[in-house]
């Protein structure tokens, strides 16, 4: 039998990490830095990390496009980071659209906030406007094969 690996870029260190699947639901840390790879928590992405977590994740990963004027992004951050921490197997992130504009360019967000789900470097789905937690975790779902 052969073995399946996902790659998973570390959050912390921005390593990236090749993980037995079998592996995934067993809190797997960085080979690295030794935190774990998987926070059950959104992490901050910039302008360096965003196109490596997107392209080298092949582990479904949701990145939500935010600007701090953006009045409904602010309401659904508590929302998005509830949403992380029950699916903890699923990558959550953000990108601060008017802190890094070049981040989001590649994306051709119109509006926010926009919530797009990547795996292995392919878009698969994107929403746009503000969700209530549930919402956010029955489309994440629906996504998960
Ligand atoms: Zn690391």
């Given at each position: 039998m052969?073995?399946?690996?996902s790659?998973?870029?570390?959050?912390?260190?921005?390593a990236?990490?090749?993980?037995?699947?079998?592996?995934l639901?067993?809190a797997p840390?960085?080979?690295?830095?030794?935190?774990p790879?998987?926070?059950?928590?959104?992490?901050?992405l910039?302008s360096?990390?965003?196109?490596?977590?997107i392209?080298?994740?092949d582990?479904l990963?949701?990145?939500?496009?935010?600007?701090?004027?953006?009045?409904?992004?602010?309401?659904?951050a508590?929302?998005?980071?509830?949403?992380a921490?029950?699916?903890?197997?699923?990558?959550?992130?953000?990108?601060?659209?008017?802190?890094?504009?070049q981040?989001a360019?590649?994306y051709?967000?119109?509006?926010l906030?926009?919530?797009?789900a990547?795996?292995g470097g392919?878009e698969?789905?994107?929403?746009?406007g503000a969700?209530?937690?549930?919402?956010?975790?029955?489309?994440?779902?629906?996504?998960?094969?």
């Open positions: 052969t073995e399946q690996y790659h998973l870029v570390c959050p912390h260190c921005q990236t990490n090749r993980v037995p699947a079998a592996k639901n067993d840390n960085c080979g690295k830095c030794s935190q790879l998987l926070t059950a928590s959104p992490h901050e910039n360096q990390t965003v196109s490596k977590v392209q080298k994740n582990v990963t949701i990145v939500d496009f935010w600007a701090s004027w953006c009045q409904p992004c602010i309401m659904m508590p929302q998005f980071k509830a949403a921490s029950q699916l903890p197997q699923v990558v959550f992130a953000k990108v601060q659209t008017d802190k890094y504009e981040a360019a590649p051709n967000i119109r509006s906030p926009t919530m797009v990547f795996r392919k698969i789905a994107r929403q746009s969700l209530p937690n549930q919402q956010i975790v029955q489309w994440v779902q629906s996504l998960q094969t």
